[in-house]
């Protein structure tokens, strides 16, 4: 069975409440039960982490090299900053799957480029919460062939 190590960054605890005409009123929780009922159909295995610290994310990235296949991560604002967390995804040998929930290509200049993208194996953005099934869903097609 794929592990798949699903991550997400500083201020997605608050999604539901926080800017809702930007990321909708869909829980960080309710995301997170989506996730595992279509990781159980496809048969994968998933973490579901959140942290609003860098040090952390950085610390679960590297502790996916023994502990996952793939990451799913949703960086959030750590997306335009962390060359630290571009780092430790380059030490991770599995796909990687950045997500985000709004179209950050449409937002402003200051959410427009994802340092992250540049480790990432693909991008998912602008598809609201169903970003993670989609990465969830390529990861199990991805690992068919």
């Known amino acids: 069975m794929k592990r798949v190590m699903i991550l997400n960054g500083p201020n997605l605890n608050l999604l539901g409440v926080r800017e809702p005409h930007i990321y909708g009123t869909t829980t960080l929780d309710e995301i997170r039960q989506s996730c595992e009922r279509e990781a ?21 990235i590297q502790s996916a090299r023994q502990d996952a296949d793939a990451i799913i991560i949703n960086p959030a604002g ?3 900053t962390s060359i630290a967390m571009v780092d430790a995804i380059k030490a991770f040998e599995g796909p990687v799957i ?18 992250i993208s540049h480790a ?23 690992g068919k062939r």
């Open 40 to 60: 159980a159909a496809l048969t994968l295995a998933v973490t579901f982490h959140q942290s609003n610290h860098e040090g952390e994310l950085v610390d679960l």
């Open 78 to 80: 750590y997306s335009f």
């Open 98 to 115: 950045e997500v985000h929930i709004s179209n950050i290509h449409a937002r402003d200049e200051l959410h427009q480029h994802s340092k």
């Open 120 to 142: 990432a194996t693909g991008v998912i953005c602008g598809l609201g919460p169903y970003g993670y099934i989609a990465a969830l869903r390529a990861l199990a097609e991805t």
